[in-house]
Each structure stands twice: as structure tokens, then as C-alpha cells.
């Protein structure tokens, strides 16, 4: 079993930026890939970015260039740090790894808005 923790989301303005953290129960260092993805009102959940363990990061097309994702292996953690923000990147945000199974946290609410 493991367990997510995500924090970080919020209310922030067009432009601005936010950094989402996931807390791991387990050493990310025993997981197959690690990611992100995201749930908007009335859409499907849809792939933010996924790094497959020892590869590269997959972004999807919307968040390019503006989204990056990283870990901290003392911490078990892994981040997203979400930068020029836009009113479409309003979602719920799940944090998501595989190690034998699939695991998802509990979600956090990310709101773009003037």
C-alpha cells in the first residue's frame, strides 16, 4: 500500500504560480513512475505529466514550458511547480504513482481566477 498526501493548491491569479507538493508513504525510490494529473469541471481526468523512473518527463501540450516536475528523495516527495498560470488550469490535481498497482492521493483543488 501506499499512501499520497498532496498540498499546495489554491486560489491564485492569472500569471501567478503555485507549487504543488505529494508526500509518499514509501521511498519514491521503489516506485515505476510518479506524476500528475489533473480533473477540470465537466471533463475527464487528463495527464498532467508523467516521469517514468530513471526517464524523462512526458508533459502533455497544454502545460509545457510553464509546468515542471520534480522530486526530493530524502523526502519522499514529489512536486509540480505550476508557473504562468491560466483560468484553464482551474482543476482538482491528483497526485498519482505505480508501483505494483496504481495509487492516487485525495486531490487539491488548483482555482485560476481574477
Known amino acids: 500500500q501506499v499512501q499520497l498526501v498532496e498540498s499546495g493548491g489554491g486560489l491564485v491569479q492569472p500569471g501567478g504560480s503555485l507549487r504543488l507538493s505529494c508526500a509518499a508513504s514509501v521511498s519514491i525510490f521503489t516506485l515505476n513512475t510518479m506524476g500528475w494529473y489533473r480533473r477540470s469541471p465537466g471533463k475527464e481526468r487528463e495527464l498532467v505529466v508523467l516521469?517514468?523512473?530513471?526517464?524523462?518527463?512526458n508533459y502533455a501540450d497544454s502545460v509545457k514550458g510553464r509546468f515542471t516536475i520534480s522530486r526530493d528523495n530524502a523526502k519522499n516527495a514529489i512536486y509540480l511547480q505550476m508557473n504562468s498560470l491560466k483560468p484553464e488550469d482551474t482543476a482538482v490535481y491528483y497526485c498519482h504513482v505505480r508501483k505494483d498497482w496504481p495509487y492516487w492521493g485525495q486531490g487539491t483543488q488548483v482555482t485560476v481566477s481574477s
Open positions: 516521469l517514468p523512473s530513471g526517464g524523462t518527463p
